[in-house]
């Protein structure tokens, strides 16, 4: 009789679902808290994934997350660089990302 298949289980600390990372993270309306804790999660993921590059849509407004976000992007070991999108592709309301491959 053919041998029983293993079954290969992972888990994740959390227990959170994982979802993939995004080429577009759009944070938008979150909370500061909120959006560094989801900006952890991307960078984790795409690292994972062997993403190495992704943008970060945070609006303009009043530059609350676009300052947090810099503030992580800056303090992350990960992170190689970033910079703001070209002005037809979002400019200050957007950061490209790029990480260590």
Known sequence: SPAPKKKVS??????ERQDPAKLELDLRGMRAEEALL???NQIDRALMQGLVEFGVIHGKGD???QAVVADQLRESPQ?????????????SGKTLVRLKG
């Open 79 to 91: 992170v190689l660089s970033f910079s703001f999108a070209a002005p037809e592709a979002g400019g």
């Open 38 to 40: 989801a900006l952890r």
């Open 63 to 65: 530059g609350i997350l």
């Open 10 to 15: 992972f888990s994740y600390s959390g227990g």
